[in-house]
């Protein structure tokens, strides 16, 4: 009976153990790096750009240019479905222009709306998925780590 008892422990564990570890939403696990002339491109937004019917995926790089990219909402999970996809990448920020004004509102405390002075800080062909030049197949069960090669600052 004790034998009976903990094996049916032992197969309800490894159901849940098993159930836990399968992604509901079919993603796969997508990592990279993005550089622009051959240095780390930090807080640049990659994304996956699907093929019909599937939800676009995408990741924030890091100081090191590394990115993981999440599909949707945290709940759809880290990671892209499988398939094919073109790439865009964009990193955005202020003009030196909106720099120096917002530096002179917080010497004086006052508000800055940066909106006017926002800019790309890469070519801007590398943010449209159609002009990037990159595209990705992701596939399931394998590593799926992709490498972005920016040119032209």
Same mark, same amino acid.
Request: hydrophobic fraction near 30%; charged fraction near 20%.
């Given at each position: 009976?004790?034998?009976?008892?903990?094996?049916?422990?032992?197969?309800?564990?490894?159901?849940?153990?098993?159930?836990?570890?399968?992604?509901?939403?079919?993603?796969?696990?997508?990592? $990279?790096?993005?550089?622009?002339? @051959?240095?780390?491109?930090?807080?640049? &937004?990659?994304?996956?750009?699907? =093929? *019909? /019917?599937?939800?676009?995926?995408?990741?924030?790089?890091?100081?090191?240019?590394?990115?993981?990219?999440?599909?949707?909402?945290?709940?759809? $999970?880290?990671?892209?479905?499988? @398939?094919?996809?073109?790439?865009?990448? &964009?990193?955005?920020?202020?003009? =030196? *222009? /909106?720099?120096?004004?917002?530096?002179?509102?917080?010497?004086?405390g006052r508000e800055f709306n940066s909106a006017?002075?926002?800019?790309?800080?890469?070519?801007?062909?590398?943010?449209?998925?159609?002009?990037?030049?990159?595209?990705?197949?992701?596939?399931?069960?394998?590593?799926?780590?992709?490498?972005?090669?920016?040119?032209?600052?």
């Open positions: 009976m004790k034998h009976f008892a903990f094996c049916v422990c032992l197969s309800a564990t490894l159901l849940c153990v098993v159930g836990c570890s399968t992604n509901p939403h079919g993603v796969t696990m997508v990592t $990279g790096i993005v550089t622009l002339d @051959g240095e780390p491109l930090d807080q640049a &937004t990659v994304v996956f750009h699907p =093929p *019909e /019917g599937n939800q676009s995926a995408s990741g924030r790089t890091d100081a090191q240019g590394k990115f993981t990219i999440t599909t949707g909402s945290s709940e759809a $999970g880290t990671g892209a479905q499988p @398939g094919h996809y073109q790439i865009s990448i &964009t990193k955005r920020g202020l003009s =030196p *222009e /909106g720099e120096r004004l917002e530096a002179e509102a917080m010497r004086i006017n002075y926002v800019i790309s800080k890469i070519p801007s062909m590398y943010g449209n998925p159609a002009t990037s030049g990159f595209e990705a197949t992701v596939e399931k069960g394998q590593k799926n780590h992709f490498e972005f090669k920016l040119e032209g600052r």
